[in-house]
């Protein structure tokens, strides 16, 4: 009788207990400003905002200056630098068209000047001479195609987030040199990082080949690595 006794206040207490979590739970739910904030946390949402790309590039057009140089395999005489312009159709985030023109600037190399000016002197003294086996671009123009596989963000120091793309690039155009002109290839991989939504900073680092030929008529294969790094303003 006694167990009897003690199994009946058990469950009296214990569907006490549970009438009382219920009407606290209705009293949470009659809080419309409490259930407006609950309902405004969503997780997954959140985390898809954060990998949204900031800056639409759907069907979009930039425009950009750059500036460059051989780094190395060019002309061992000559020394160049250049200066273009470029614009980019961004079909989507992950791929765009372009075109691209350079204006080369050149200058001899140390070992060319002073091979130049024994060549003078020799001439001047009557001696024979020969003169170095250079030549020299005079500028360029490309069609490419961008492809941007890998896309991400940076904190700057919590001053602000910029969004960043690594990408690939190909194409093909012609090259206008000393000696004549001839097709030029290119392909390579560059960074695009977008300081704002309407501007971008790039660099690029860039294989280029062309058929050269130097001031005696000689023809050679030229392969150089071009970097370059530019600006650009998105319409």
């Not at 199994?7 to 809080?31: C, K, P, Y």
Request: glycine share 10%; with cysteine; net charge neutral.
């Amino acid at each position: 009788m006694k167990r009897i006794a003690l199994i009946a206040l058990a469950l009296i207490s214990l569907n006490t207990w549970a009438r009382d979590l219920s009407d606290e739970m209705d009293a949470l739910g009659a809080n419309k400003e409490l259930m407006k904030k609950a309902a405004a946390i969503d997780a997954e949402n959140r985390i898809r905002v954060v990998q949204n790309r900031q800056v639409d590039r759907n069907l979009r057009l930039e425009f950009g200056l750059n500036y460059g140089a051989v780094a190395s395999g060019g002309d061992p005489y000559v020394q160049t630098q250049m200066l273009g312009g470029q614009m980019d159709f961004h079909i989507n985030p992950h791929w765009s068209i372009g075109a691209r023109y350079m204006n080369y600037q050149n200058k001899f190399s140390a070992e060319c000047q002073s091979m130049y000016d024994d060549f003078n002197k020799r001439v001047a003294a009557g001696q024979n001479a020969v003169i170095p086996q250079y030549s020299w671009d005079k500028d360029s123009w490309l069609g490419v195609v961008n492809w941007y596989p890998v896309y991400g963000k940076i904190n700057w120091f919590d001053a602000g987030v910029s969004q960043f793309d690594f990408y690939l690039l190909g194409g093909a155009g012609e090259i206008t040199r000393s000696q004549g002109m001839s097709p030029l290839y290119t392909g390579g991989l560059g960074v695009g990082v977008w300081m704002f939504k309407h501007m971008s900073t790039r660099l690029e680092a860039r294989w280029e080949g062309h058929q050269d030929v130097t001031i005696d008529g000689t023809s050679r294969n030229m392969n150089q690595l071009v970097i370059s790094a530019g600006i650009g303003f998105i319409l």
